[in-house]
């Protein structure tokens, strides 16, 4: 079971850390779409939102801080997902592609959410490796 909680962090992680990486590699372009929503400051919520992403992505593949890192990725997904995914706001084919966003989205949120009741140390987790060696006996 630990290698298998170990796998699922690993691609839950590496998703958020590669999506946040994008905010910075598409930065302008990102902007541009985040400025037709009315959001204001695009270029700084674009950056803010990439911070998150990868914050919350790195303590969920190290196991570092985790609750520090759902609480990122709430503080990404929930205000994201209302403003850009707002598929009631759309019609057609806008509106579909809106509302599968939106969807996944709140399944992100509810699979970062239980991690939370995961008890820590996580296994194989950096942290898990620090406190070992610092109570080993010598």
Do not use: C
Request: no cysteine.
């Amino acid at each position: 079971m630990k290698e298998i909680f170990l796998a699922g962090r690993i691609l839950l992680g590496g998703f958020f850390v590669l999506s946040g990486a994008h905010h910075f590699t598409s930065a302008t372009a990102m902007a541009e779409q985040v400025a037709r929503h009315g959001i204001p400051l695009p270029m700084a919520a674009v950056l803010v939102a990439g911070l998150l992403l990868i914050v919350g992505g790195v303590t969920l593949l190290l196991g570092v801080a985790p609750r520090i890192g759902v609480a990122a990725l709430a503080l990404f997904l929930v205000p994201v997902t209302l403003t850009m995914h707002a598929f009631w706001h759309e019609e057609g084919m806008r509106r579909a592609i809106d509302l599968v966003n939106f969807m996944k989205n709140f399944g992100l949120l509810g699979a970062v959410m239980m991690l939370v009741a995961v008890p820590e140390p996580w296994p194989y987790s950096v942290h898990v490796r620090g406190y070992l060696r610092r109570h080993a006996s010598v």
